[in-house]
């Protein structure tokens, strides 16, 4: 059995996002000390954190001096560099690994790990440089998906190909110097399942999780849809294949496309948890992020037992175009619950927090949610 680190430790975060800040206030609820490092200051995560470290992920000494003073590593947010887990795991444990990041972080080391393992991808291609695409555009025709290798999100570096002719347009629009073509996927919808996985191999999931986007951004998530139940179960058991697959010790979330004809394939993995997840927070016993305390901890992981059914929405800063949402207003539902993120600057598309509602069902949860969403930019 791993050494359980205990209440009263310190844990340290590589990241200081929203992910960060609800995995901080999730572990001072439970008596730990938490420090975040990134390159930015007064971050979501910092204005919650015992200790808000300010360093670049490549400052190496840095990171040495961050991790020599906490008891364990982890992140929330995975474009750090490998070096940066590697120097940590000198001084602390790091979870997950490494190598973990390595390759959630790259999609094409993401994609071959998955088509390697015997995981269903949508067909893909490497596109190392631009010479290369036309040829991978000839082998998995149209349409299809160019992407950035590294740091895509949220529809970020992203172009569909239609025609071959735009080609060129792609290419110069994701201004990447490699990148991944994967087919189009025509998707009934799109779920994902968050899981966690101990110290000693424990396994948790929190079930499938439809997502909604607009314009290539999260915008409603409900748990638990409704779909044949043998489709939530293959969902669950690739979830968990996964995580034995790349020996994971915390969260990680499998994104997928569910076709018209029932059939799942993994669109994108997340070694951390997910907005998709988010609803946990108020709607389970065990948070995802209370879970990946619990994983890294070395402590048994928690009952992800739903206290209600719910829906989650994202508050992106296109709400603040006209001035400051009305939160009263969406707060004249008793039982909503309002996340704030603690950014400044409400830029279009940036996620500033997210709401979670009840219902009867989750459908219900999401007509509740997504009005009182409604509410918050409705003037008089
Ligand atoms: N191959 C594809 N076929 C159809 N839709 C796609 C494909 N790849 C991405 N998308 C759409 O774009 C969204 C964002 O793409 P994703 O690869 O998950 O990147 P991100 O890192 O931005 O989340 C997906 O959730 C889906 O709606
Ligand atoms: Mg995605």
Not at 260 to 277: Q, T
Request: aromatic share 8%; hydrophobic share 40%; charged share 25%.
């Amino acid at each position: 059995m791993s050494r359980a680190i205990l209440p009263g430790a310190t844990v340290g975060v590589l990241g200081s996002g929203q992910l960060g800040r609800m995995f901080a206030l999730a572990a001072r609820r439970m008596g730990y000390r938490v420090h975040t490092f990134s390159p930015g200051d007064d971050t979501p995560m910092g204005q919650v954190a015992d200790r808000e470290a300010v360093g670049d992920y490549a400052d190496l000494d840095a990171v040495a001096e961050f991790a020599s003073r906490v008891d364990v590593v982890t992140f929330e947010f995975e474009n750090v560099p490998f070096e940066a887990a590697r120097t940590a795991s000198e001084h602390v444990p790091v979870r997950p690994r490494g190598e973990v990041l390595h390759t959630a972080q790259h999609r094409q080391r993401e994609k071959d790990f998955l088509h390697g393992a015997g995981f269903p991808t949508a067909p893909f291609e490497h596109v190392p440089d631009r010479a290369t695409l036309g040829g991978a555009l000839e082998r998995l025709g149209t349409p299809a998906v160019l992407k950035t290798a590294g740091f895509g999100y949220d529809g970020k570096g992203q172009a569909v190909i239609h025609a071959p002719e735009q080609a060129e347009e792609a290419w110069q629009s994701i201004g990447a110097g490699e990148a991944v073509l994967e087919g189009f996927v025509e998707f009934e919808r799109e779920i994902s399942v968050v899981a966690a996985r101990g110290c000693d191999g424990e396994f948790a999931h929190y079930g499938v999780t439809e997502n909604r986007h607009r314009d290539h951004i999260l915008d409603v998530s409900i748990p638990d849809p409704d779909i044949d139940p043998k489709i939530t179960a293959n969902a669950v058991e690739i979830a968990r294949g996964v995580l034995e697959a790349l020996d994971v010790v915390g969260v990680l979330c499998v994104e997928f496309f569910l076709t018209h004809d029932g059939e799942l394939v993994v669109n994108e993995l997340a070694p951390r948890p997910h907005n998709s997840g988010h609803f946990s927070f108020d709607a389970c016993v065990t948070s995802q992020f209370e879970q990946q305390l619990r994983a890294v901890c070395a402590l048994p992981l928690g009952d992800t037992r739903r206290l209600r059914p719910s829906a989650m929405v994202n508050l992106l800063g296109d709400l603040w175009d006209n001035g400051m949402p009305d939160w009263r207003a969406a707060l004249a539902d008793p039982s909503l619950k309002l996340h704030l993120y603690g950014k400044a600057d409400a830029r279009p598309g940036r996620k500033m927090g997210h709401m979670t509602a009840f219902g009867d069902d989750g459908e219900d949860a999401a007509r509740r949610v997504i009005a009182a969403r409604e509410a918050l930019t409705r003037r008089p």
